[in-house]
């Protein structure tokens, strides 16, 4: 596509509940990677993809936090037993070469 | 430890004055640094890049922002702000040869008519 493309825009969901936002991005870029803009805060570096290479995992903040890429493209975060703190926006961002991203609109994940 | 410290949490411009908004890294290599922007309820766009090469790099929307490596810092300047330029500036930092990059916690900036 043109851009990347996140769903959904906006999820609530109940305290407990697992989640799965989507990250489709620019066809062709090789890597992808998924941040988190809390309330007030900067970005915060969850995971990287980069082709076939085993994905750089280090920002996940817990294990109830995974992600997935399938064929190279599409990518699934996924938040098993969602806490009210993982309320944010999650962004999803594509690049062609080093540096440079192109960012999603996000998903802004509310927990009630 | 890597960081990136934007010292301004807000700051407020007349239209039409000169801007810069500061960022300021700690790493111990050449890092590749970049701007973007965030509007209201909008996605981060990328302003400008510097990889290497001149120090002084042109972005759109009539942004600029100067490598200075004994200062450590990439400062993002407008000579002539639009009440359009309204939004948060993220600075970032990487490392070449590594593909984790770090954001600053963001510059709120409004414009005054």
């Known amino acids: 596509g043109a851009g990347v493309s996140q769903s959904p825009s906006n999820k609530v969901t109940e305290k407990g509940k697992d989640v799965e936002l989507r990250c489709d991005p620019i066809?062709?870029?090789?890597?992808l990677y998924w941040y988190r803009q809390s309330l007030g805060q900067g970005l915060e570096f969850l995971i990287y993809f980069q082709g076939n290479s085993a994905p750089d995992k280090s920002g996940l903040p817990s294990d109830r936090f995974s992600a997935e890429r399938t064929g190279g493209s599409v990518s699934t975060l996924t938040i098993q037993r969602t806490q009210q703190e993982d309320s944010a926006v999650y962004l999803c961002?594509?690049?062609?070469?080093?540096?440079?991203?192109?960012f999603g609109s996000g998903t802004r994940l509310t927990v009630v | 430890a890597q960081s990136v410290t934007q010292p301004d949490i807000h700051i407020t411009v007349s239209e039409g004055a000169s801007l810069e908004l500061r960022c300021n890294y700690s790493y111990g290599a050449t890092p590749y640094l970049f701007w973007y922007v965030q509007s209201p309820g909008q996605g981060l766009q990328l302003l400008l890049k510097?990889?290497?090469?001149?120090?002084l790099v042109q972005g759109i929307k009539g942004f600029e922002a100067e490598f200075k490596r004994g200062q450590s810092s990439f400062n993002l300047r407008k000579p002539s702000v639009h009440w359009s330029d309204a939004a948060e500036y993220f600075c970032a930092v990487g490392l070449q040869g590594f593909n984790k990059f770090y954001f600053g916690s963001g510059t709120k900036l409004n414009v005054k008519p």
């Open positions: 066809s062709g870029h090789t890597a």
């Open positions: 961002a594509s690049s062609l070469e080093t540096g440079g991203y192109t």
């Open positions: 510097y990889f290497s090469g001149d120090t």
